[in-house]
């Protein structure tokens, strides 16, 4: 079956360092792929997607590139704020199933906290 | 206007109680699903409705009984609560069923005692 495996957290960085957060990934078809963003007390939003190898996907100073040799979808970030700090989750919907039904599968979430 | 909005926001409650969790979104969406976020901030799907139709049902315990009225609405009901079942159960909606991008409500945050 479908499965995201996500680095473990939490991360601690300084505010302006760099975030990496590694995402890779099995599916048996042909998965759109996203990260969600959950800040404290509140529901889930969606940072940035890509539906296809080697689309872009970018929102906020957040960037991630679908990479489908190596299965990966790293979330980066050049400079993180401390407004960043959130749990971080890395999805996958995979349309390869025909009917499957758009059912998300996530990764455990990355908790990021940047600190001043 | 809140997109995709959850009832209750809390929820705390005796075991064997039965509860309703209500959820509404005014996207116009034709998906609608429930999740179940653990203690662990896991994140897994619960059901899915296309359309009014029960399109996904994974491994739930037949307790847990999801009600579509209309597009624009998806119950979940819990019988018999246990202790296993606190966690936040957030509900979200796509505009259709492969690959989409999911809109999520605030969670209800449901405590069995």
């Known amino acids: 079956g479908d499965s995201v495996t996500q680095m473990e957290g939490p991360v601690t960085l300084s505010e302006e360092a760099f975030l990496t957060i590694n995402c890779t990934y099995t599916a048996t078809g042909y998965p759109s792929l996203f990260w969600y963003v959950q800040y404290p007390g509140e529901g889930l939003q969606l940072l940035l997607k890509?539906?296809?190898?080697?689309d872009k996907g970018s929102n906020k100073g957040f960037e991630a590139t679908y990479r489908k040799e190596t299965t990966s979808f790293h979330l980066e970030k050049g400079s993180v704020q401390v407004s960043d700090s959130a749990v971080y989750f890395c999805?996958?919907?995979?349309?390869?199933?025909?009917?499957?039904?758009?059912?998300?599968?996530f990764g455990t979430g990355t908790q990021l906290k940047v600190e001043l | 206007d809140t997109a995709v909005s959850q009832t209750p926001k809390y929820l705390v409650t005796q075991m064997g109680n039965d509860k309703s969790i209500k959820c509404e979104q005014n996207l116009g969406h034709d998906t609608m699903y429930w999740y179940k976020q653990d203690s662990k901030k896991f994140l897994k799907i619960m059901f899915s409705?296309?359309?009014?139709?029960?399109?996904i049902n994974e491994t739930v315990p037949n307790r847990f009984s999801p009600k579509s009225p209309d597009k624009a609405h998806l119950n979940l009901h819990i019988n018999s609560l246990e202790l296993g079942d606190s966690a936040v159960y957030f509900c979200?909606?796509?505009?259709?069923?492969?690959?989409?991008?999911?809109?999520f409500g605030p969670g209800t945050r449901l405590t069995v005692l």
């Open positions: 999805a996958l919907s995979d349309r390869g199933t025909g009917g499957g039904g758009n059912k998300l599968t």
């Open positions: 409705y296309n359309n009014k139709e029960l399109i």
């Open positions: 890509a539906t296809k190898a080697d």
């Open positions: 979200a909606s796509s505009p259709g069923t492969s690959g989409y991008q999911q809109f």
